[in-house]
């Protein structure tokens, strides 16, 4: 069965970074656009990062841009998020999402596949 699976999570100290993978079984992900959003409990999913599956298209939301890097290795069949300057405010459950086709990469409704979530706790 065709899943993702997010690794990487853990605590850190504020200004620490991780570096969460997303491993896809089935070779059918290696050409889907791929992202990460964050759910905090009790608030909305938040998009955080967007890569097309060549990896030519990168968006980022504002809260996390030039401290996050998205990337993706498709021979591997994996997508990672390099995390820096880690911030309380960071702290969430990470989830990985795959879409074939993603006309509005923000948008949660876009991505039909989902992994279980790896936890980020960034300590003051």
């Known amino acids: 069965q065709a899943r993702l699976v997010e690794s990487g999570g853990g605590l850190v100290q504020a200004g620490g970074s991780l570096r969460l993978s997303c491993a896809a079984s089935g070779d059918t992900y290696s050409t889907y656009h791929k992202a990460w959003f964050r759910q905090v409990p009790g608030k909305e999913l938040e998009f955080v990062a967007f890569i097309s599956w060549k990896g030519g298209n990168i968006y980022y939301a504002d809260s996390v841009k030039g401290r996050f890097t998205i990337s993706r290795d498709n021979t591997k069949n994996t997508m990672y998020l390099q995390m820096s300057d880690l911030k309380p405010e960071d702290t969430a459950l990470y989830l990985c999402?795959?879409?074939?086709?993603?006309?509005?990469?923000?948008?949660?409704?876009?991505?039909?596949?989902w992994g279980q979530g790896t936890q980020v706790t960034v300590s003051s």
């Open positions: 999402a795959a879409g074939n086709i993603v006309p509005v990469y923000y948008k949660e409704d876009e991505y039909d596949t």
